[in-house]
């Protein structure tokens, strides 16, 4: 996983930036508004980044703070957002914004960003409502409840909330969040 660079700004074509880091060149995909903020070309950059390895392509996104990064991958696991639209997001609001629009559930305020009709913005409000109602994007809720937290690592390994829900569905409460995983697992694999 490449979590982190630093370079040297190569060439900017929003919302594509050009970070050449040792002599190798790196392109990641970032936020429009981010491009505002960034310095001439040439000058060094550091930034946080996430990868998305998928069948037919390999996609880096950058961000300026660790934060935007953060709230990136809490958008993108939520049913039928990728990393275009969770861009978006982070490019028509900065991170206080997005979380509050959210906490609020404010669907006018998300609906106004370019590809968010009302259903994902519907959908966006009640999958990150409560993750981010006690801090940081970046922390899952501490709900106690182990099946809702077998839940959340199964999704962070790239299962859906209502996959993941499912596999667990016929699982006996008493278990540990880890023998709930690991059962879970052995049923999405059989699917």
């Not at 490449?2 to 900017?12: K, N, S, T, V």
Request: glycine residues 10%; aromatic residues 6%; proline residues 4%.
């Amino acid at each position: 996983m490449i979590a982190f660079l630093r370079g040297h700004i190569l060439e900017r074509r929003p919302p594509w930036l050009w970070l050449e880091v040792n002599g190798v060149g790196y392109e990641l995909e970032m936020p429009l508004s981010a491009f505002f903020q960034l310095p001439a070309d040439g000058a060094v950059l550091s930034l946080h980044t996430h990868l998305v390895v998928r069948e037919d392509a390999h996609l880096l996104y950058g961000f300026r703070e660790r934060a935007e990064r953060d709230i990136f991958r809490q958008l993108i696991k939520v049913s039928g957002i990728g990393g275009k639209v969770a861009l978006a997001c982070l490019s028509g609001m900065d991170v206080e914004q997005l979380r509050q629009a959210l906490r609020d559930g404010d669907v006018r305020r998300l609906t106004s960003i370019p590809g968010v009709g009302a259903r994902t913005a519907e959908r966006l409000i009640v999958e990150l409502r409560d993750k981010l109602a006690g801090g940081s994007a970046g922390t899952a809720p501490v709900t106690g409840d182990p099946r809702q937290e077998a839940i959340a690592a199964l999704q962070s390994l790239g299962y859906k909330a209502s996959d993941a829900s499912q596999a667990l569905a016929g699982l006996d409460a008493g278990l540990s969040i880890e023998e709930l995983i690991r059962q879970g697992l052995k049923s999405l694999a059989r699917h």
